[in-house]
């Protein structure tokens, strides 16, 4: 991840000191609420629904810290997908897949709060996972250092959190009421070129890659954990026939295929897996619901897209490439459909499911199987330099904080479990700046076993050495108890963020990776030995050990618009025009402008634009291969231009290659908006007709 961090921590920023200061705190309780009893049921059963979560403009956005920009619209929507599972014996669970840039320990408490008694899931129950785009929002998670410096505006947003749990909540609760009888499937695919080592001068420190050569080009391209993981569900569809419903699937990448200066929300190279697959099974198998593909990252820590690889060169970081993301996310998306068609012949009626959780402080609990953790977290210098391909202007050219060649070039290694790390302003004046209490303390260990796979959700941004260590002592455990598994795979950034977790051999070198590793050299060995505890217990007995209630106390701020009533007139304000692309990287599109209902009430979470098409038979929603030209797709943009007297905004349209619909449109195309606000002028607008 390539962020600011710790820019006014190393210069003491008087000015961003007395915004912190004024900030207002509030205090969030939130209580565990016993969970019903799931029914037993004579067939396994599941449910999926996908729920959009994007918010109006001006919310921030996360992973680029104070180099990014909160956003005005979006390009692709985002999205959250929910897969219920209910084995029929009395045990189920839910997956949440989201398009946020990390998820949240906070969010998940809400959020298990508010299903519980109707739906029958614990909090040990339901993971929410993140896509860790850096395009998306973030302003949701449970302690003061993350909502400051993940994002470029600081605090914690309560409006959001409101809408964002309102939003999955609604999600679960529908899957649970819409579940069907089931058959799931399971596998594992192996794909390389889709992504690639940023650390590799650290990664060769790890026992078994002394060998590997740096010099040769390929090698970031092997040193990769390539496995696309996947659980399909099948669903009874009305007419007694089993059809596709869905995919879980998890592949190890980073969502920084777009740059900092990105003005829209989007999932990144997600969008395009996740569509491509759900556009391209439903077309396949011809089911009368839509697919969702809830495709979520896995140890992503050291894996950046394989993208032209442009080192370290500034120019590359304002250059917002949505071609190159596109490309790359269809590649993908082809390996995950020929996993998923894989899996026909692998479908079960059983279902096998078991979840455990333990919440451990692990400040205050630093202590298993003989290993010991930092008790206070701290900053290294190269955090403040950025990630490979992503580095901070300015601050990277400051030799100490550059983690090209890792903080050993220019100190002795220290003893004591912050290693080598290099404590960016010292650590007696980092604690001044950044007291403990503002870091995140307490993680949610959790397993989820789904048939023979399991899955590991962390809140950490796990290295690909890491992860193969963590699932591999887990995989183990169960292994011992004579347990069926054949996979085992940690989501990242899942239940909450807690920055990076690198292997004590990553670690000492201290690249931008293991500075980011808060808790010191010994974090993944600390994680390892608790899941292998929990996984150990949970052979023997149901774990849910959670504390009853939750009380946070955090400093919060207000991004969403300001409710304001919009009494002017909606209308069109110009005729669709053609831009051609200037740049290699950039894109053609067509534009329409219009006069619209202000942020407050565009509800960007539901569909509003479209293009259609004159034909025979009359207007028609434009359809190129195996999708509709919508706002739900990856090709229409919406976003804020200004906002305007009478509560009104202008608002901008985009359709971008529109070159490949030509003889579609032959007749003639038109940009459609929907319906919006509450009085007489709620009406659909038209462009004018326009000619490719």
Not at 7 to 18: K, Q, Y
Not at 165 to 173: D, P, S, V, Y
Not at 234 to 243: A, E, F, P
Not at 640 to 655: H, I
């Amino acid at each position: 991840m390539y962020k600011k961090i710790s820019f006014r921590l190393l210069f003491l920023s008087v000015l961003s000191t007395l915004i912190i200061a004024c900030s207002t705190q509030q205090e969030i309780t939130v209580e565990q609420i016993e969970a019903g009893l799931v029914a037993a049921e004579a067939h396994a059963s599941a449910g999926i629904v996908n729920i959009d979560i994007t918010p109006p403009p001006g919310m921030p956005k996360g992973g680029y810290s104070m180099m990014g920009k909160s956003g005005v619209g979006f390009r692709t929507r985002l999205k959250a997908r929910v897969f219920y599972l209910n084995d029929g014996k009395g045990q189920s669970l839910a997956l949440v897949q989201t398009d946020l840039a990390g998820s949240s320990l906070l969010l998940h408490h809400t959020v298990s709060e508010a299903v519980a008694a109707q739906t029958g899931l614990a909090a040990k129950d339901i993971v929410i996972t993140g896509t860790h785009s850096h395009s998306s929002v973030a302003s949701h998670f449970d302690n003061d250092f993350y909502n400051k410096h993940f994002s470029n505006e600081a605090g914690l947003d309560p409006e959001y959190l409101a809408f964002i749990t309102e939003r999955l909540a609604m999600g679960i609760k529908q899957a649970v009421q819409q579940r069907r009888p089931a058959r799931v499937a399971t596998g594992r695919k192996d794909i390389y070129g889709y992504n690639r080592n940023r650390m590799l001068a650290a990664y060769k420190l790890n026992p078994g890659k002394e060998s590997i050569d740096l010099d040769n080009p390929e090698t970031k391209f092997q040193e990769v954990n390539p496995s696309l993981y996947m659980v399909r569900i099948d669903l009874l569809d009305d007419q007694g026939h089993y059809k596709p419903a869905g995919a879980f699937s998890s592949f190890s990448i980073h969502g920084t295929t777009l740059s900092a200066p990105s003005e829209v929300y989007s999932a990144d190279v997600f969008a395009y897996v996740q569509r491509d697959l759900e556009w391209a099974i439903k077309e396949k198998y011809q089911t009368s619901w839509d697919i969702s593909h809830g495709f979520t990252t896995g140890t992503q820590g050291d894996m950046a897209p394989a993208l032209p690889d442009v080192g370290d060169n500034y120019i590359s970081h304002f250059e917002v490439n949505f071609k190159a993301s596109r490309k790359l996310g269809q590649g993908i998306a082809k390996q995950a459909i020929t996993l998923f068609e894989s899996l026909d012949g692998e479908l079960q009626d059983e279902l096998v499911l078991a979840t455990a959780a333990r919440e451990i402080n692990i400040g205050e609990n630093n202590k298993v199987e003989g290993i010991e953790l930092c008790q206070q977290p701290f900053v290294g210098n190269t955090t403040a330099g950025g990630a490979y391909e992503r580095r901070t202007p300015w601050l990277s050219l400051v030799p100490m904080l550059n983690g090209a060649s890792g903080s050993k070039r220019w100190w002795f290694g220290k003893d004591g479990c912050q290693g080598s790390k290099r404590i960016l302003g010292t650590s007696l004046l980092q604690p001044l700046f950044e007291p403990t209490e503002s870091f995140p303390n307490t993680v949610l260990f959790q397993i989820m076993r789904i048939n023979d796979m399991l899955i590991l959700p962390l809140p950490f941004e796990i290295t690909s050495e890491s992860g193969r260590r963590i699932s591999a002592r887990v995989k183990n455990e169960f292994l011992a108890a004579n347990q069926d598994i054949k996979h085992s795979w940690v989501a990242s950034v899942a239940n909450g963020y807690f920055g990076y977790s690198a292997t004590p051999e990553e670690y000492e070198y201290q690249s931008y990776e293991g500075a980011s590793t808060l808790y010191g050299r010994y974090s993944t060995p600390y994680i390892s030995a608790q899941l292998g505890v929990l996984a150990k217990d949970m052979q023997l007995e149901k774990v849910e050990e959670l504390r009853d209630e939750w009380k946070y106390l955090l400093k919060t701020n207000h991004f969403l618009p300001v409710l304001e009533d919009s009494t002017g007139i909606r209308k069109v304000l110009t005729e669709a025009k053609s831009v051609l692309a200037e740049e290699a990287h950039e894109e053609n599109y067509y534009a329409v402008e219009w006069q619209d209902v202000g942020p407050s009430q565009i509800k960007f979470h539901q569909s509003l634009v479209h293009v259609e098409a004159k034909t025979d038979q009359g207007w028609q929603v434009l359809a190129q291969d195996q999708h509709r030209i919508t706002d739900e797709g990856y090709d229409v943009e919406v976003r804020l231009l200004d906002t305007e007297d009478q509560g009104m905004g202008t608002y901008q349209a985009r359709w971008y290659n529109p070159e490949v619909s030509r003889e579609a449109c032959k007749a003639g195309c038109r940009f459609v908006i929907a319906k919006r606000g509450q009085h007489e002028q709620e009406k659909i607008l038209y462009s004018a007709e326009f000619n490719l």
